[in-house]
């Protein structure tokens, strides 16, 4: 299993990389995929590529199909490693790399679950399918669109892409590009961030006065903006000092703020907590300064009720606010079947009675109704996804793949 994660974390399959002809995602993303097929033939599942999309690999037989949704893709490595981002060093108990965490180590564990419950031999009275996405740290998510599109749909399943335990709901995510004038921004240049959903370690410009700056802070994954330390934050409190019309009114809408308070929306529910809002992103493009926000919304919210305040906020000092993506909110009865089975043996594995869970992260669990997020991160663990030196514990990646080879059997095998 190790070895098999090694091979995967050494193909750089960074997200957003330029389309090539028969490969999408770039080179990167279809080799890692190519090479997820490759291991996953090698334990005897039958495998399938779907266009040049994305693939899957499937055990079992029956009518009905258990999906398990993971991704191949991966956010930029960022600065501030101790280890190669690429390089799957095992050091302290861990494995490092870009991606052992988010989310090629519990794809791999997932996958030698399955192999287990094929060696067992037990009875499966259903198809259990590992679907490998292959866009799902940016963009619209064409690679599950093909997938529903042209493939059988998964009845029921889980993304090993979380926390555990269960987590039953995700709040709405909305990127909101804000954007101004250059101009009139006080921005000659300016260049920030690698990704909207990852916090920003890296931030320069020039003034129009020809002044130089920059800046460096620690990334973080844009769900979670207070475990990093923003360095376009700390480029406009340095703008807004030199009067630049665009840091001040960021200082003043924006700042330290990780709630949206200072733009008039911070939301917060019941069901899923408050909203969360992280700046992950600056550039110039088209003769503007253009800002990416990464905006966790709680569930029983829309885009219209963050974007509407943010426009009208924005219009009175000359910026705009329009809207990047969208994806809806997750939210399931936390006691239904398929919930309470994987609860089920997540507490069999470890004894912990944590309950059931809502996040602010995404996952593919917003692309097919009925799946749900399950791991690999244990409660009480330090999530380094999108984070400088991303690592597993090795046994924690054991234990994940005990938890799913046991829910594999109690959602799929005969007399469960």
């Known amino acids: 299993m190790i070895e098999a994660l090694k091979q995967l974390v050494a193909i750089p399959s960074v997200t ?28 005897g599942f039958r495998t399938k590529k779907v266009g040049d999309f994305l693939g899957y690999a499937e055990i079992g037989q029956g009518e009905e199909l258990m999906g398990i949704l993971a991704h191949l893709d991966v956010v930029p490595p960022g600065n501030g490693w101790d280890h190669d981002p690429f390089g799957g060093e095992i050091a302290d108990s861990k494995i490092y790399g870009r991606g052992v965490v988010d989310d090629k ?76 004038d250059a101009m009139a921004s006080g921005f000659w240049e300016i260049a920030g961030g690698k990704a909207a959903n990852m916090v920003a370690d890296h931030a320069k410009a020039v003034l129009s006065d ?105 219009a009175k000092q000359g910026l705009t606010v329009e809207m990047e993506m969208w994806k809806k909110p997750v939210y399931m009865d936390e006691h239904g079947p398929v919930i ?17 869970l809502v996040m602010g992260g995404g996952t593919y669990a917003r692309a097919m109704d009925h799946v749900v997020a399950f791991g690999p991160v244990f409660p009480g663990r330090e999530c380094t996804e999108h984070k400088p030196n991303e690592c597993i514990f090795l046994e924690d990646l054991e234990k994940a793949k005990n938890i799913y080879k046991l829910a594999i059997e109690k959602l799929a095998c005969e007399g469960a």
């Not at 794809?107 to 292959?134: H, S, T």
């Not at 700056?213 to 480029?235: C, D, F, Q, R, V």
């Open 105 to 180: 180590g519990p794809a791999v564990a997932a996958m030698y679950a399955m192999k287990e419950v094929l060696d067992a031999g037990k009875p499966l009275n259903k198809r259990i399918r590992l679907i490998f996405g292959c866009q799902e740290e940016e963009g619209d998510w064409d690679d599950m669109e093909y997938y529903k599109a042209h493939e059988e749909i998964p009845s029921f399943g889980f993304t090993p892409d979380a926390d555990f335990p269960a987590i039953y709901g995700e709040k709405g995510i909305l990127v909101a590009a804000v954007s101004m």
């Open 16 to 43: 957003g990389a330029p389309a090539e002809p028969g490969m999408p995602y770039g080179k990167a993303v279809h080799d890692a995929l190519e090479k997820a097929l490759e291991l996953c033939g090698k334990l």
């Open 340 to 356: 309470e089975k994987l609860m089920e043996a997540y507490r069999e594995v470890t004894g912990d009675n944590t309950p059931a």
């Open 210 to 314: 020809g002044t130089a700056l920059e800046a460096h802070g620690k990334s973080a994954h844009g769900s979670m903006p207070e475990e990093g330390e923003n360095a376009i934050t700390k480029l406009m409190e340095q703008a807004a000092e030199k009067d630049c019309p665009f840091a001040k009114f960021y200082m003043d809408k924006i700042g330290w703020s990780l709630d949206g308070s200072k733009f008039g929306v911070n939301l917060c529910d019941e069901a899923s907590g408050g909203l969360t809002f992280s700046v992950g992103k600056i550039d110039m493009e088209g003769g503007k300064v253009v800002m990416k926000v990464d905006i966790r919304c709680p569930v029983t919210y829309g885009p219209e009720d963050v974007l509407q305040p943010m426009q009208a906020i924005a």
